[in-house]
């Protein structure tokens, strides 16, 4: 009978054992985080909060980091006053006007335009957010024209060159090794 209990007892413990080892192998155990309670941005631009003001897909459009660059996403306010949000990217700075309890979309607004974007299309531009006495700081994409859908958004007319001639093909014969007649 004492003989019985014990197996019982040993088969309890290694199957235990068993699951904490297959829960730690397979992520499902404490240590790691569900991935869809991560907030993050399924778009091209930033998200942030600043108070009663929610900054969604914010991107700044620019040819270069010298030239002027224009903010686009959206800006929610949520507070029952209308506010001022700034824009301040890298010293370059802009302002937007958002309703009480409303949104702008910057993309069909007035557009806000900075007097140079502060980084090269592709990388990213340490931006302050201002609003109601309170602040935020972010990395902010640049983006160009090579994205078609921003084309259209570039300050002065997207240039008629392509933003990055790797991304364009060659004639055909143009391609290395190919010759004609053979």
Known sequence: MKNAARTKLKRAGLTAAAVAALLSATGCGY????????AYSPADGIV???????????LIV??????????LGTVVNNGD?????????????????VPANGSVELE???PV??????????????????????????????????YP?????????????????SNTPKPVEEH???ESGH
Request: glycine share 10%.
């Open 48 to 58: 942030e909060q600043l108070g009663d003001v929610d900054l969604r897909n914010v």
């Open 108 to 110: 069909e607004a007035e």
């Open 113 to 146: 335009v900075l007097d140079r974007a502060g980084a090269e299309p592709g990388l990213m531009v340490e931006t302050e957010f201002t609003a109601a006495g309170e602040s935020v700081r972010s990395s902010v994409p640049v983006m160009d024209h090579t």
């Open 149 to 165: 859908r921003y084309a259209e958004f570039v300050p002065g007319g997207a240039p008629t060159t392509p933003a990055n001639p």
């Open 81 to 97: 006053q209308e506010v001022t949000v700034t824009v301040d990217a890298d010293g370059a700075t802009a302002e937007v006007q």
């Open 176 to 178: 290395v090794g190919q």
């Open 62 to 71: 620019a040819t270069g980091a010298e030239e002027q660059g224009r903010v």
């Open 31 to 38: 240590i790691n985080d569900q991935a869809t309670t991560t």
